[in-house]
Every structure is written in structure tokens, then in C-alpha cells.
């Protein structure tokens, strides 16, 4: 089992930056893809950003792309997302997985571990 913790959220002005970090226990996910998800009030969940066990390979989604960087340490078990420029429409909740494979994916339904999220929200 893999519990994972999300934290950094906060209230920001539309322009500022967060920085989300997961921590995760229990296994070491130094093999997952660790991926990061966010849900809007009303909205499905959608994909924001996941990152290949090695680090070396990353994937975005086009809405974030160039404004958040994601990023693993190995070591601590735990992986960061860096968010600049945010923008209101990024409000949501956003949720920390893990999946057990190999391919990032930007399915949650194939993800097997999530946290309890934390909100982010960008005011105007």
C-alpha cells in the first residue's frame, strides 16, 4: 500500500506561484509515475502534469504547459509541482497519484494510489 500527502495549496493572486508537494509512504514510488490531477468545482477530474519514475520523462497538459513544472525526488519519496502565472481557472482541488507502471498516462483511471488533495485557489 502507498498513502500519499498533499500539501502547499493556499489562496494566491492570479499571477503568483505555489508549490505542491506529495509525500508518499508506506512502499517507496521510486518505480511508479507519479501524476498530478485537479478537480473544479462542478468539473471531472482532469489531468495537470505526471512525471516517469526516472525523472527523465515528463507530460503536461496544454493548459499548464509552460507555467508548471513537475519534479520527483526519489530519495524522499516525494514529488513537487510547480506552479507560476497561475490564472483563476486553475482553482480546484488537486490530487497527488501514483501508478504502477511503467508509461505515464493521463488516465486516472489507471492511477492505483491517491491522496486527499489540496485546494488551490487563484483569485483576480
Known amino acids: 500500500q502507498v498513502q500519499l500527502v498533499e500539501s502547499g495549496g493556499g489562496l494566491v493572486q492570479a499571477g503568483g506561484s505555489l508549490r505542491l508537494s506529495c509525500a508518499a509512504s508506506?512502499?517507496?514510488?521510486?518505480?511508479?509515475?507519479m501524476g498530478w490531477f485537479r478537480q473544479a468545482t462542478g468539473k471531472e477530474r482532469e489531468f495537470v502534469s505526471a512525471?516517469?519514475?526516472?525523472?527523465?520523462?515528463?507530460y503536461y497538459a496544454d493548459s499548464v504547459k509552460g507555467r508548471f513544472t513537475i519534479s520527483r525526488d526519489n530519495a524522499k519519496n516525494t514529488v513537487y509541482l510547480q506552479m507560476n502565472s497561475l490564472k483563476p481557472e486553475d482553482t480546484a482541488v488537486y490530487y497527488c497519484?501514483?501508478?504502477?507502471?511503467?508509461?505515464?498516462?493521463?488516465?486516472?483511471?489507471?492511477?492505483?494510489?491517491w491522496g486527499q488533495g489540496t485546494q488551490v485557489t487563484v483569485s483576480s
Open positions: 497519484a501514483a501508478d504502477d507502471d511503467i508509461y505515464i498516462s493521463t488516465t486516472a483511471w489507471d492511477y492505483d494510489y
Open positions: 508506506g512502499r517507496t514510488v521510486r518505480n511508479y509515475v
Open positions: 512525471i516517469h519514475w526516472s525523472g527523465g520523462s515528463t
